[in-house]
């Protein structure tokens, strides 16, 4: 979980040097407070054992070396002190300019903007009421858009820095340890345990099915009568006897989802993504893309000079958040998800040689199932299924899942 704004108000980066001056004195405490101080920050409160066990570790390691060397350490551990009171002095400083810009931007009736402490942004609801009723629906209306826009936008941004900002302070933690011990990165790998945050599920798929007629507002929306209760039963007679059929010949995944829609339960189903990408490896490929995409702006966004661990944010749909399985190539998935969206989220840490980034990310698959409606014809068509769905003898759901760790190197340019 991220670190609230009041947290990060809070943190006083006067104490991360303030212990690092104390290595300078040949403190012999200076192991105890390098080790706690990052952890004291509001916000940042690893586990009891964690944290025991690398004092432990670092007083057991500081015992075994002779002064000259446990000066060293102690050197190397004031240096990512420093380090870690600027890098993260710019996270909240940023964050903090945010948040005040915002709650100073006012209109005739008060503030526009409402900032909640995990970084959400609306807008107030006497702006709202005020230029949306008041003024109009013409111009009024375009402001109250405009506002929201700018708030959806504003609410990304300190969500990210937030995260970024809890990130940050767990890695600074682990390099001050490393420092303590004596131990390289390769050595003592840096194994992130902060919660990154992912982006809602889209609404669209579900907003144009309803708009086709195949959305959940259809769900049960038929009254059928004799007639069609006989239709209704030879077609889904049909679809079982379809996707037994499709099964036999070789589709594995689509008969599956087949036969969860006609269970008529409703409920989510869990895709393997890790199969949709390896089968699919033209949108494994955008996955990535999207990744160092996403990368690459949440990077331009963060303050200039930081250069700690990127938590960045994927994005469903759009050229790299999108793919249609090839109904020639790929007829299983075709069948199974057709059209379906996705995003890559994950954190980028700075590699060992300082020359790059290590990217760890996971892609999340969404797909609304259903069977869009087109003009009936005379002969059976896929979408006769929709009237399934629409007597209540089948149900529509959403076919979610997400992938394990998926990793790649990037370079910086020179």
């Given at each position: ?14 104490t ?46 500081i015992?075994?070396?002779n002064?000259?060397e ?18 993260l ?5 940023e ?21 909640a ?9 006497a ?11 013409g ?13 959806a ?23 001050i ?13 840096f ?5 990154i945050?992912k ?27 004799l ?32 036969n ?7 409920l ?17 490929e ?42 020639i190539?790929?007829p ?15 954190v ?37 299924l929709?009237d ?9 759901f959403d ?11 990037l370079?910086?340019?020179?």
């Amino acid at each position: 979980m991220s670190v609230s704004i009041s947290q990060i108000r809070s943190w006083d980066l006067a104490t991360l040097v303030s212990s690092a001056d104390s290595a300078d004195t040949g403190a012999q405490t200076f192991e105890d407070s390098a080790l706690t101080v990052t952890n004291g920050l509001a916000g940042v409160d690893p586990s009891w054992d964690g944290d025991s066990r690398d004092r432990a570790a670092v007083r057991a390691a500081i015992e075994s070396t002779n002064l000259t060397e446990r000066a060293t350490r102690w050197r190397a551990a004031a240096t990512e002190l420093r380090t870690a009171a600027e890098q993260l002095g710019l996270l909240k400083a940023e964050i903090v300019r945010l948040v005040d810009d915002a709650e100073a931007k006012s209109s005739v009736v008060g503030p526009v903007y409402s900032v909640a402490d995990d970084g959400s942004v609306t807008v107030t609801a006497a702006f709202r009421a005020f230029y949306a009723e008041t003024q109009g629906t013409g111009p009024g209306i375009g402001l109250v858009q405009e506002a929201e826009r700018n708030a959806a936008q504003l609410q990304r941004q300190l969500k990210l820095l937030l995260a970024n900002a809890s990130m940050g302070a767990e890695y600074a933690d682990w390099k001050i340890t490393n420092a303590l011990l004596g131990v390289t990165a390769e050595e003592r790998p840096f194994h992130p345990t902060e919660a990154i945050p992912k982006p809602p599920k889209p609404k669209g798929p579900r907003i144009d099915a309803d708009q086709d007629g195949s959305g959940p507002k259809d769900y049960d929306s038929v009254d059928s009568g004799l007639l069609d209760e006989l239709g209704l039963t030879a077609l889904r007679a049909g679809a079982r006897f379809s996707g037994q059929g499709t099964y036999k010949g070789g589709l594995e995944q689509s008969p599956k989802l087949l036969n969860h829609y006609l269970k008529n339960k409703g409920l989510a189903y869990a895709v393997d993504v890790d199969a949709v990408l390896g089968e699919l490896p033209r949108a494994g490929e955008r996955a990535e893309q999207q990744a160092i995409q996403m990368f690459g702006k949440t990077r331009n966004m963060l303050p200039d000079g930081y250069t700690g661990p990127v938590v960045f944010e994927g994005v469903y749909g759009g050229p790299l958040g999108e793919y249609r399985a090839d109904p020639i190539t790929d007829p299983d998935w075709y069948l199974a998800l057709g059209t379906f969206s996705f995003e890559s989220t994950g954190v980028a840490i700075p590699s060992s040689d300082q020359q790059g980034y290590d990217l760890s990310y996971r892609t999340t698959v969404y797909d609304y199932y259903n069977w869009e409606t087109t003009e009936k014809h005379w002969y059976p068509e896929p979408s006769d299924l929709n009237d399934l769905h629409r007597a209540g003898w089948a149900q529509n759901f959403d076919v979610v899942g997400t992938s394990s760790n998926r990793t790649t190197k990037l370079s910086l340019p020179h």
